[in-house]
């Protein structure tokens, strides 16, 4: 599985993103996907995680309520919807692809994307 993410950029604290994912192959419906995140200097962490057919999902504490994960298995694509940003959601957002049908670990995601930066000024 090949991931391209998109959608980051520079936005105002209170704004909002739409970070998208496209997934090349015909298998995309077979893996669980999550979003993670990665701000200099500090550790890769969750920032959600929605399983094979969307009906599941989770969110890391500092985002809850804020942001919604989504997927489009009839178009190979993943997204999240990022609102009410904060400048410290600024960082370089991952997409990744779990043969789990729901994963949380960054150990249990094999396939990654190449990264979007979303930058959150204050």
């Keep these: 599985v090949q991931l ?19 997934a090349s192959g015909r298998t995309f419906s077979s893996y669980g996907m999550g979003w993670f995140r990665q701000a200099p200097g500090k550790e890769r962490e969750l920032v959600a995680a929605i399983n094979t057919i969307g009906s599941s999902t989770l ?7 804020r942001f919604t994960a989504s997927r489009d298995n009839a178009k190979n ?7 009410s ?11 990744a692809a779990s ?8 150990s ?14 204050s």
């Design 4 to 22: 391209q993410a998109s959608g980051g950029g520079l936005v105002q604290a209170g704004g909002s993103l739409r970070l998208s994912c496209a």
């Design 59 to 65: 969110y890391g504490e500092s985002v809850q309520g």
């Design 77 to 83: 694509t993943v997204y999240l919807q990022m609102s």
């Design 85 to 95: 940003l904060k400048p410290e959601d600024t960082a370089v957002y991952y997409c």
């Design 99 to 106: 043969p789990s049908a729901y994963a949380t670990q960054v």
């Design 108 to 121: 249990r995601y094999m396939y990654w994307g190449q990264g979007t930066l979303v930058t959150v000024s």
